[in-house]
């Protein structure tokens, strides 16, 4: 796949490469001054090990990754699912593009701008096998559902499948149209922990009526279950039905390439596992999907122009930034962050289960097969999971969430390449001893 204008250096920029070599000083790649450290016990940009693939899964061998990351000294921050921690590289990125900015703006708007469409959306369309073509920066996942949704051709009396374990975010867009419009919106049942690919396949297949037009559904659960994503989108397609996903969960912990999965739209915020700058995501439309999923905005769209993309002035800055993301991430490689999560997932729920005999614990994540990388759920018998957050956030510093949905009175701890087992294993001793 080659992308016109990759590696090209045309307006003056750095290529991805040399921004991301500069990124720790970040603003250097704009030829600026680097932000202020937050102390001064930080780690000056120089004495940052330069990022290379680790040689293995274990904590040693991603200490000089986990020193790229600016985590406050004694958190341990185990909810990366609800929002990423940026390494340096890019948040010195942002600092950068808002200086350059600062400075002069009209330049510093085309500065970005060629950044941004030679280096920002090539390189993802690299990450996630499509063409450049086919993505559409956006501020958040919510916002590109929110065009997924409203983008499909729908008259009044269709109806959308979408499953019981949405976000609002999946969800909403679809009500928004039910209500304005007159669609239907049908949900099928999915329990947690989740059943095995065969009952979660005859569950759409029974759902689906004459009157279905599209299904709508996580390629990763907010509790970190994984669906049959390819599976549900071949059975979409054998009955002609749109399929349209919600990635926000799932880019940044596994390889996910886009073309082979076979949706018609996927959905993605590239602020969590990604860890690029808040304020990012984009939306994939698949090129043959354009006459089925179209703009909201441009009324001389065209399948070949189709324009996804909101009008105005974005935050130009933060989006520059996410080439750094893009770029901190493939240098390590989406199979060793697979690995590394699996590797801290794994011992998370090793000792989950060690306790279920004793503490009454209950773990609802599945099989590799069912579960991303990085997301693990569990129940405490008698532990109210919202109080449990707080009592524990207050004792060891360690930030968790609760997931109280889809039937559940559980707690979330997700795991990224930079934390270790010693904070599992610091949470897991919290827990043991937290009661009510
Ligand atoms: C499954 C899922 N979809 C969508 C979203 C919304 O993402 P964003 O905040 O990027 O809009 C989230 C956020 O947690 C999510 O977990």
Redesign the pocket.
């Known amino acids: 796949m080659t992308h016109a204008g990759r590696g090209d250096d045309r307006h003056g920029l750095m290529d991805r490469r040399e921004w991301l070599r500069l990124g720790a000083t970040g603003a250097a790649a704009l030829g600026l001054p680097a932000c202020a450290a937050r102390d001064g016990d930080e780690p000056s940009a120089a004495d940052i090990p330069p990022l290379r693939t680790p040689a293995g899964t274990g904590d040693a061998d991603w200490d000089d990754v986990r020193a790229h990351f600016l985590v406050e000294p004694g958190k341990a921050y185990l909810n990366n699912?609800?929002i990423g921690m940026p390494p340096r590289e890019v948040v010195d990125a942002v600092a950068a593009g808002y200086r350059a900015i600062a400075e002069l703006p009209a330049r510093g708007r085309s500065d970005l701008s060629a950044r941004i469409a030679e280096h920002v959306v090539p390189g993802l369309a690299d990450l996630f096998s499509v063409e450049t073509d086919e993505l559409t920066l956006t501020r958040?996942?919510?916002?590109a559902?929110h065009l997924q949704s409203i983008g499909v051709t729908l008259s009044p009396g269709d109806e959308v499948l979408i499953t019981s374990q949405?976000?609002p975010?999946?969800r909403r867009p679809w009500e928004f149209r039910q209500v304005r419009e007159g669609i239907r919106v049908n949900e099928v049942f999915i329990p947690s922990p989740l059943p095995p690919e065969g009952e979660i396949l005859s569950r759409f297949g029974d759902a689906i009526t004459p009157r279905t037009r599209a299904v709508a559904f996580?390629h990763?659960?907010?509790g970190g279950h994984l669906y049959p994503v390819e599976a549900i989108c071949g059975l979409a397609r054998e009955r002609g039905l749109v399929s349209l996903v919600?990635g926000?969960?799932a880019v940044g912990q596994f390889s996910v390439d886009l073309t082979s999965l076979g949706c018609d739209a996927y959905?993605v915020?590239l602020?969590?596992w990604m860890l690029a700058p808040a304020g990012t995501?984009f939306l994939f439309v698949r090129r043959d999907a354009r006459d089925r999923i179209r703009t909201a905005f441009a009324p001389d769209a065209t399948p070949e122009q189709p324009q996804f993309g909101p009008p105005g002035t974005a935050a130009f800055p933060v989006r520059a930034a996410i080439g750094t993301a893009v770029d901190f991430v493939a240098t390590l490689g989406l199979e060793a962050v697979e690995a590394r999560c699996r590797f801290l997932s794994d011992h998370l729920k090793s000792r989950l289960t060690e306790m279920s005999g004793t503490s009454g614990v209950t773990l609802l994540s599945g099989a590799r097969d069912r579960s991303a990388p990085g997301s693990t759920i569990f129940e405490k018998e008698g532990l109210d999971a919202v109080a449990a957050v707080a009592a524990i956030e207050a004792s060891i510093s360690s930030h968790i969430d609760e997931h109280q949905r889809d039937g559940h009175n559980a707690i979330r701890v997700s795991t990224h390449i930079y934390n270790t087992t010693e904070q599992v294993d610091r949470f897991v001793d919290a827990l043991a001893r937290t009661t009510g």
């Open positions: 699912a609800s958040n996942a919510s916002e559902l949405e976000h975010a999946g996580c990763v659960t907010r919600d926000a969960q959905s915020s602020h969590k995501g």
